[in-house]
T-cell receptor, first 115, second 112 residues
Framework: DTGVSQDPRHKITKRGQNVTFRCDPISEHNRLYWYRQTLGQGPEFLTYFQNEAQLEKSRLLSDRFSAERPKGSFSTLEIQRTEQGDSAMYLC?????????????FGEGSWLTVV | LAKTTQPISMDSYEGQEVNITCSHNNIATNDYITWYQQFPSQGPRFIIQGYKTKVTNEVASLFIPADRKSSTLSLPRVSLSDTAVYYCLVGESNFGNEKLTFGTGTRLTIIP
């Protein structure tokens, strides 16, 4: 168990550019989540996958945001035409699909700074 | 999802026992109570989860009264490394289509 891995850990981009973050969940975890966290706030839910199916998207996920999990393993989160308000830490998490006592494991996050 | 309320911040001295209480008056029958710890620039880390009474693991204890409308995270003999933000979450154990909803958490500062 190597934990949830996110890449890159830090990204600085100019406003208007596109960025993509990658998440590798814990192996055999079929659920994968993306969250966003700004300074002083708790993580906010963005979207969730069950295997390759994207089952829920938050209203926070504007049309500039897209997430994929093509083979039910790793996932990518792309932000198009970045804005300064997109600056945040983007967290990926995964969990097993068990009936009780699920624990969601988070990665270390990917910091985005839009200048 | 049941809403949770917890203190914004707490201070404690090293070596003390710290108790952080979370209020969740609208907790549902199927809801579990889960606590996460987050250090700056890191993702949240699972600490403990419980449904009722008391749960203990190697890092913390979780006390849940019979009415389950509140819970208390207990950290024994804290050290400086326990300085972090602690989040209380309530939701079904089978997260299914349900996402975790974080509040602003409790910022715990340990004083030498």
């Amino acid at each position: 168990d190597t934990g949830v891995s996110q890449d890159p850990r830090h990204k600085i981009t100019k406003r208007g550019q596109n960025v993509t973050f990658r998440c590798d969940p814990i192996s055999e975890h079929n659920r994968l989540y993306w969250y966003r966290q700004t300074l002083g706030q708790g993580p906010e839910f963005l979207t969730y996958f069950q295997n390759e199916a994207q089952l829920e998207k938050s209203r926070l996920l504007s049309d500039r945001f897209s997430a994929e999990r093509p083979k039910g393993s790793f996932s990518t989160l792309e932000i198009q035409r970045t804005e300064q308000g997109d600056s945040a830490m983007y967290l990926c998490a995964s969990t097993e699909d068990r009936a009780t006592g699920n624990t969601i494991y988070f990665g270390e996050g990917s910091w985005l700074t839009v200048v | 999802l049941a809403k949770t309320t917890q203190p914004i911040s707490m201070d404690s001295y090293e070596g003390q026992e710290v108790n952080i209480t979370c209020s969740h008056n609208n907790i549902a029958t199927n809801d579990y109570i889960t606590w996460y710890q987050q250090f700056p620039s890191q993702g949240p880390r699972f600490i403990i989860q419980g449904y009722k009474t008391k749960v203990t693991n190697e890092v913390a204890s979780l006390f849940i009264p019979a009415d389950r409308k509140s819970s208390t995270l207990s950290l024994p003999r804290v050290s400086l490394s326990d300085t972090a933000v602690y989040y209380c979450l309530v939701g079904e154990s089978n997260f299914g289509n349900e996402k975790l909803t974080f509040g602003t958490g409790t910022r715990l500062t340990i004083i030498p």
